[in-house]
């Protein structure tokens, strides 16, 4: 059975950083594209970046292009989003899936909440 969990979110000021963490199990992220996800306020889930299985290829929402950066420990079963520079707008519920450029599974965690807010 595949299930994520999302963690690491929180409360954050404009312009600073946070590390979320998903664990995932039932597959390997060793093997698999993995991506994070995002839905704000009153918004469709979008996608936010991926990372193929052989890290070579990366893919990043316009908006968050230069301040997140995803990364897996292949040991843990675990993939991690650096978020840095936080703005107001990238308020939301993060979630982590399987997959490159859409969900692999139809499976999701309950997510981890992010406010950017002074």
């Known amino acids: 059975q595949v299930q994520f969990v999302e963690s690491g979110g929180g409360l954050v000021q404009p312009g600073g950083s946070l590390r979320l963490s998903c664990e995932a199990s039932?597959?390997?992220?060793?093997?698999?594209?993995m991506s994070w996800y995002r839905q704000g306020p009153h918004k469709e889930r979008e996608l936010v970046t991926g990372?193929?299985?052989?890290?070579?290829?990366?893919n990043w929402a316009d908006s968050v292009k230069g301040r997140f950066t995803m990364s897996r420990d292949k040991v843990r079963n675990v993939v991690y989003l650096e978020m840095s520079n936080l703005k107001p707008e990238d308020t939301a519920i993060y979630y982590c899936?399987?997959?490159?450029?859409?969900?692999?599974?139809?499976?999701w965690g309950q997510g981890t909440q992010v406010t950017v807010s002074s």
């Open positions: 990372l193929s299985a052989d890290s070579y290829g990366r």
């Open positions: 039932g597959f390997s992220v060793a093997s698999s594209d």
């Open positions: 899936n399987a997959g490159y450029y859409r969900p692999q599974y139809d499976s």
